[in-house]
C-alpha cells in the first residue's frame, strides 16, 4: 500500500511539472508573439481604402492584446490534466477517498499557482484561480451528492474556505474575479448540497458568509448583480426551510433533524437583521457618490420577506400574532429612525432616506392590524405617517420621501375600501366611523399641505417628469373616496335601522349614487368659490363616475322611490354644474382676451 501511494506521489509530481513546463512553453511563445507584433509593418500599397484597416488585422489585434488564445489554450492543458485525475478515480485505479484527496490538491495548487502569477501580474492568474476554484466547488459537490463521501459538516466548511481563499486573493491584488466567482459558487454549491433537502442552520452559515462577501465585494468593485444572485438564492432556500417547516407543523407531524425548528427563527432574524445593517452601511457609504438600485431596494425587500415568512412560520407553530405584530411595529418604528439618521447624515437632498422610510411604512402597513386585531384602526395610524412624512419632505427637500407619502396616504384609501367592501355587516360602528373619518381628514389637509408648497427642486422626477406635481391628486381622490365610504357607513347604519332587510340592498344601491352626485356639487362649489380649476376638473369626474353609477345600476336593478333620489341628484348635479360651468366660462373670456391684447 505504501509502495502504491509512493507512485502515485510520484505521478502527481511528474503532472505538475509537466503543467509548469507546458505554463512556460506558453509564456514563451507570448513573448515571442510580442515581439513580433512589435515590430514595424510594412508599408501598405496606396490606395483608396487605406484608411481603413483591414477587420482581420484588427481582430488579431485585439486577440493579441486580450491573450485570448493563451488563455483558451491555458485552460485547456488544466482542464486534460483534471480530466486525467478524473479518469483514474472512475476506473478504479485510486479509491474515491484518495482520488478525492488528490483532486482537491489540485485544485488548491491551481490556486496558489495564481497568487504567484498575480504577484508577477501575469495575465493567465485569473485563469489558474478560477480553474481552481470552480474545480474545487465541483469535487466537493460530487464526491458529497454522488459518492457519499464527504460528511455535510465537512463539505460546507470547504466551500467556505474556498470562498474565503479567494476573498484573501482578492483583497490583497486588488482584483474583483477571485472573490466574484469563489463567492457566487460558494453560494450556489452551497445550495446544490443535499438539495432539497439539506441541513438547513449549516446551509444558512454558508449563504450568510456569501452575502457578507458579497458585500465587501460590492463595496469594492461595484458588482451589485453579485448580490442580486446570492440575494435571490438565500431568499429561496430559506423560503424553502420555511414552507416546509410550516407544511409539516401545520400536518400535525414532528419536524424531522434537518429542517432544525430551533434554529429557524435566530438565523432568520440574524439574515434580517443582516441585510437591514448592510444596507444601512451601503447607503451612508454612498452619501457622496451615485447609490445603487440593491440598497436602496434591499430594506423593503428584506421586511416584505421576512415579515411573511415569520407570520407564516408563527401561525404553524401556534404563536402569537399579537407578540409578532408589536415586534414588527417596533421594527417598523426602527426603520422610520433610520431614516431620520440617515436625512441627518445628508441635509442637503436626504439620499437613500427614502429606502428606509418605505421599508418602515410597509413593515407597520404589515404589523399594525396584527396588533389591534383587524386592518381598519390601523390605516389613519398609516395616513398621519404619510402626512408626517409629506411635512418631512420639505425639510429634507427630498422628492422620493414626498411620493411615497403619496403612496401611503392612496394605500389607506384603497385598503379603507377593501375592507369595507368585504364585510358583509358592521362590526363595530364607531370603529368604522372613526377610522374612515380620520383617513378622509388626514387625506384632505395632505392635499392642501402639498398644495401649499411646492415640490423640492432638487428632484429628479419632480424636475424632469411631474414638474406640476400633478401626482398629489391622487391624494385628493384617495381623500374623497375615504370620505365617500364614510358616508356611506353612516347611510347604511340610517336606513338598517328604517328599512326592512329585503329593501335595504335597493336603497343602498341608490344611496351610493347621491352621496357621489351631492359630492360632486360640493365640489363644484369649492371650486368657484376659490377659483380652482383643479377641484373643478375632480369635480367633473365625480360626476361622471355618477352618471355611470345612475345610468348602468340603478336604472337596470335599483326600483322605487331610492331609484327616483338617484336620478334626481344626478339631475341637480348637472344643473348646478351648468350653472357654474357657464359662468365660469364668461368670466375666463374676458381674461383671455386681455391677455391676447
Same mark, same amino acid.
Given at each position: ?34 515581439l513580433v507584433s512589435a515590430r514595424p509593418a510594412p508599408d501598405r500599397v496606396a490606395s483608396g481604402d487605406g484608411d481603413f484597416p483591414d477587420p482581420s488585422e484588427a481582430l488579431l489585434s485585439w486577440v493579441g492584446r486580450s491573450s485570448l488564445l493563451q488563455r483558451l489554450s491555458t485552460v485547456c492543458f488544466l482542464l486534460v490534466v483534471a480530466l486525467i485525475l478524473r479518469t483514474v478515480t472512475d476506473n478504479g485505479m485510486v479509491n474515491i477517498r484518495l482520488g478525492t484527496i488528490i483532486g ?16 508577477? *501580474?501575469?495575465?493567465? *492568474? ?57 463567492? !457566487? ?13 439539506? #441541513? ?15 458585500? $465587501? ?10 448580490? /442580486? ?10 423560503? !424553502? /426551510? ?33 441585510? *437591514?445593517?448592510?444596507? /444601512? ?12 438600485? $440593491? ?15 415569520? @407570520? ?18 417596533? &421594527? ?54 404619510? $402626512? ?20 401611503? @396616504? ?20 364607531? &370603529? ?28 429628479? #422626477? ?21 370620505? $365617500? #365610504? ?38 363644484? #362649489?369649492?371650486? @368657484? ?51 357654474? !360651468? ?9 381674461? @383671455? ?5
Amino acid at each position: 500500500m505504501a509502495d502504491e501511494h509512493s507512485s502515485l506521489k510520484i505521478q502527481v509530481e511528474q503532472i505538475a511539472a509537466q503543467v509548469e513546463a507546458l505554463t512556460r512553453r506558453v509564456d514563451a511563445l507570448t513573448e515571442q508573439i510580442a515581439l513580433v507584433s512589435a515590430r514595424p509593418a510594412p508599408d501598405r500599397v496606396a490606395s483608396g481604402d487605406g484608411d481603413f484597416p483591414d477587420p482581420s488585422e484588427a481582430l488579431l489585434s485585439w486577440v493579441g492584446r486580450s491573450s485570448l488564445l493563451q488563455r483558451l489554450s491555458t485552460v485547456c492543458f488544466l482542464l486534460v490534466v483534471a480530466l486525467i485525475l478524473r479518469t483514474v478515480t472512475d476506473n478504479g485505479m485510486v479509491n474515491i477517498r484518495l482520488g478525492t484527496i488528490i483532486g482537491m490538491s489540485y485544485a488548491v495548487a491551481l490556486m496558489l499557482m495564481g497568487w504567484r502569477r498575480y504577484r508577477r *501580474a501575469n495575465p493567465l *492568474a485569473p485563469i489558474f484561480i478560477v480553474c481552481g476554484t470552480v474545480l474545487m466547488f465541483t469535487i466537493v459537490v460530487e464526491t458529497h451528492t454522488r459518492f457519499d463521501a464527504l460528511p455535510s459538516v465537512q463539505a460546507y466548511i470547504l466551500l467556505m474556505l474556498t470562498g474565503l481563499g479567494t476573498a484573501v486573493i482578492s483583497y490583497v491584488y486588488r482584483v474583483p474575479a477571485p472573490v466574484a466567482v469563489g463567492n !457566487l459558487g460558494m453560494c450556489i454549491a452551497g445550495a446544490a448540497i443535499d438539495y432539497p433537502n439539506p #441541513f438547513f442552520p449549516y446551509l444558512g452559515i454558508v449563504l450568510l458568509t456569501a452575502n457578507l462577501l458579497g458585500f $465587501f465585494t460590492a463595496r469594492a468593485h461595484r458588482y451589485s448583480w453579485l448580490r /442580486w444572485i446570492l440575494l435571490l438564492v438565500t431568499l429561496f432556500m430559506i423560503n !424553502l /426551510w420555511g414552507i416546509k417547516l410550516g407544511m409539516t407543523l401545520l400536518g400535525g407531524e414532528k419536524p424531522p433533524r434537518i429542517l432544525a425548528p430551533d434554529w429557524f427563527l435566530p438565523i432568520l432574524i440574524l439574515f434580517s437583521a443582516t441585510y *437591514a445593517i448592510t444596507a /444601512w452601511m451601503g447607503i451612508i457609504r454612498s452619501l457622496s457618490g451615485r447609490i445603487s438600485r $440593491f440598497e436602496l431596494a434591499l430594506p423593503t425587500i428584506n421586511i416584505i420577506w421576512a415579515f411573511l415568512l415569520v @407570520q407564516y412560520v408563527v401561525f404553524a407553530m401556534g404563536g402569537s400574532q399579537i407578540l409578532l405584530g408589536v415586534t414588527g411595529a417596533i &421594527v417598523g418604528v426602527g426603520h422610520l429612525a433610520a431614516a431620520v439618521l440617515l436625512a441627518g447624515r445628508d441635509p442637503r437632498g436626504a439620499h437613500g432616506t427614502n429606502a428606509f422610510l418605505f421599508a418602515g411604512s410597509v413593515l407597520l402597513a404589515l404589523a399594525l392590524p396584527l396588533v389591534v386585531g383587524s386592518t381598519l384602526p390601523s390605516l389613519p395610524v398609516l395616513a398621519a405617517v404619510a $402626512f408626517g412624512a409629506s411635512v418631512m419632505s420639505a425639510k429634507w427637500h427630498s422628492g422620493s420621501v414626498r411620493l411615497t407619502s403619496y403612496l401611503l @396616504q392612496i394605500y389607506a384609501a384603497v385598503a379603507l375600501a377593501a375592507v369595507v367592501l368585504r364585510w358583509e355587516t358592521m362590526p363595530s360602528f364607531s &370603529v368604522s366611523v372613526v377610522s374612515a373619518g380620520g383617513i378622509a381628514c388626514l387625506g384632505l389637509l395632505h392635499y392642501r399641505w402639498c398644495r401649499n408648497r411646492k415640490p423640492p427642486a432638487e428632484s429628479a #422626477f419632480y424636475s424632469r417628469i411631474d414638474k406640476s406635481d400633478f401626482a398629489a391628486v391622487a391624494i385628493l381622490l384617495a381623500a374623497l373616496l375615504s370620505a $365617500f #365610504f364614510l358616508l356611506r357607513m353612516i347611510a347604511q347604519r340610517i336606513l338598517g335601522m328604517s328599512l326592512a332587510p329585503a329593501e335595504l340592498n335597493n336603497a343602498m344601491q341608490c344611496s351610493q349614487s347621491v352621496i357621489i352626485n351631492l359630492s360632486a356639487i360640493v365640489l363644484i #362649489f369649492f371650486a @368657484q368659490a376659490y377659483n380652482n380649476r383643479e377641484v373643478r376638473n375632480v369635480a367633473i369626474l365625480v360626476t361622471v363616475i355618477g352618471a355611470v353609477n345612475v345610468f348602468l345600476y340603478d336604472l337596470l336593478r335599483a326600483h322605487g322611490l331610492p331609484l327616483v333620489i338617484s336620478v334626481l341628484s344626478f339631475g341637480l348635479a348637472t344643473a348646478v354644474e351648468s350653472v357654474i !360651468l357657464g359662468r365660469w366660462q364668461r368670466l375666463s373670456a374676458p381674461a @383671455q382676451d386681455n391677455a391676447g391684447a
